[in-house]
């Protein structure tokens, strides 16, 4: 069984504070590509276990999923994925490539866009956390898949992981697509990775008053 942990509330705020750094910075690169207004933010973060994940992500209306997958390797390793319900990716790809292009060709290009997409959410989230985090990961060529949301989770290497869920609000032009991102990381190093954010809080509130409305307060 996957053994379970729980982040402290001021653990949450910080990654959800880092996470929305991140994400701002990804919706900036978005929109210089697709020239639309494109805003991503993250609401919720946890971490949960596989199985938890799997049946968040699996809804009745989401049997069919569409996921862009990258691993990542360094002080914390694991696999990243950007996940879209299969029905909200020809959407997401109608809004990369133009919407004015015929059906056919934009299914042809749905892989191509959808991993560009991935590439620069997923890249973004993980230099934006290794970069305040003082640390180096590297990441893998993005890769395009699609399953439901047990394939989704299956085990890197065989083995049990927890996962850094990300719930995200993702608009473009003007279009909500619903999707989530979901870092699966072993123990080791979901526990390297609080001991890194431990080490972020520390260093925020020595340079700033730790008054009432310290980390996560949004001042």
Do not use: C
Request: net charge negative; charged share 20%.
């Amino acid at each position: 069984m996957t053994p379970f942990v729980n982040l402290t509330d001021l653990e949450r705020d910080a990654l959800r504070e880092v996470s929305n750094i991140a994400m701002a910075r990804a919706a900036t690169s978005l929109r210089q590509m697709v020239e639309h207004e494109v805003l991503l933010s993250v609401p919720t973060v946890d971490i949960v276990s596989q199985e938890a994940a799997a049946q968040i992500v699996g809804k009745p209306d989401n049997a069919s999923l569409v996921a862009v997958r990258q691993d990542f390797s360094g002080v914390f390793s694991g696999r990243a994925l950007l996940i879209f319900p299969e029905a909200n990716s020809l959407e997401l790809v109608r809004a990369v490539v133009g919407r004015h292009l015929p059906l056919e060709d934009i299914v042809d290009l749905e892989d191509e866009a959808l991993a560009e997409t991935g590439n620069i959410i997923l890249n973004s989230w993980v230099a934006t956390v290794s970069n305040l985090l003082r640390r180096t990961v590297k990441m893998s060529l993005p890769m395009v898949i699609r399953g439901d949301s047990l394939h989704m989770f299956k085990s890197v290497a065989d083995q049990e992981n927890l996962v850094l869920f990300l719930r995200i609000r993702f608009e473009i032009s003007k279009k909500e697509i619903a999707g989530y991102v979901a870092l699966m990381m072993d123990v080791p190093s979901i526990e390297q990775l609080r001991s890194l954010i431990a080490d972020f809080i520390s260093s925020v509130t020595q340079t700033h008053d730790p008054g009432p409305a310290g980390l996560g307060s949004g001042n």
